[in-house]
């Protein structure tokens, strides 16, 4: 019964930057790979970034990639996403998910998921 709580989601300016934190509550996930996902009004589910238990690998959509750094605190029980250089296409709920596969997170399946954080970039 792990629980995910985003945060740090709002309203900024593109070109802005913003970091969201995903602090999980009721058991650890130190042991799973964590990631990020993010919806827009009428689009489907996304994938953004990812990060191996470990935290040695991390991997990237291309629409974010070298904007967006994805990190993981254990002792925290936190995974965090840096975004810089925002665009309006950006827009979107944000979420924060837990698998216990890379592999599985990065195609949308995951074992924990969070509510949600509202990130708006203005032009």
């Known amino acids: 019964q792990v629980q995910q709580v985003e945060s740090g989601g709002g309203l900024v300016q593109a070109g802005d930057s913003l970091r969201l934190s995903c602090a999980a509550s009721?058991?650890?996930?130190?042991?799973?790979?964590r990631g990020w996902f993010r919806q827009a009004p009428g689009k489907e589910r996304e994938f953004v970034a990812a990060i191996t238990w470990t935290g040695g690998s991390t991997y990237y959509a291309d629409s974010v990639q070298g904007r967006f750094t994805i990190s993981r605190d254990n002792a925290k029980n936190t995974v965090y996403l840096q975004m810089s250089s925002l665009k309006p296409e950006d827009t979107a709920v944000y979420y924060c998910?837990?698998?216990?596969?890379?592999?599985?997170?990065?195609?949308?399946?995951?074992?924990?998921w969070g509510q949600g954080t509202q990130v708006t970039v203005s032009s």
């Open positions: 009721g058991g650890t996930l130190s042991n799973y790979a």
């Open positions: 998910a837990a698998a216990r596969l890379t592999s599985s997170l990065r195609r949308g399946v995951a074992d924990y």
